[in-house]
């Protein structure tokens, strides 16, 4: 099973670590595609409490990251944690999830 997951909130947020708690029982029996657009960006960057897990879960799944958002928030490439993929256009996200997923969660 396919699961898109699109997280929108800091680290910092109860969102976020609601999606850590649900991702912790999906990671090992299911395909994870993680989505962080608007503030979640900052789940991409290193240095933050769930970081590590982050960079782990992007050397099996697939994590991508909104370019514009980044831009917006003045986020440069060289903080983010290694193996995140950054896309272009929210048309890409729309496609994936309706194409490819079986299940999508927002947080």
Not at 81 to 99: A, R
Request: aromatic share 10%; charged share 20%.
């Amino acid at each position: 099973m396919k699961i898109g997951f699109i997280i929108t909130k800091t680290p910092q947020e109860e969102g976020f670590n609601n999606f850590i708690k649900l991702l912790k029982l999906y990671m090992d029996h299911e395909n994870i595609y993680v989505y962080l657009i608007g503030n979640g960006v900052y789940g991409a960057t290193s240095g933050h409490v769930h970081s590590d897990l982050i960079h782990h879960i992007g050397k099996k799944y697939e994590i991508n990251v909104s370019k514009n958002d980044l831009n917006a928030r003045g986020i440069k490439k060289n903080i983010l944690i290694q193996g995140v993929n950054i896309f272009d256009d929210y048309g890409n996200i729309v496609e994936d999830l309706m194409e490819k997923m079986d299940h999508v969660i927002s947080f």
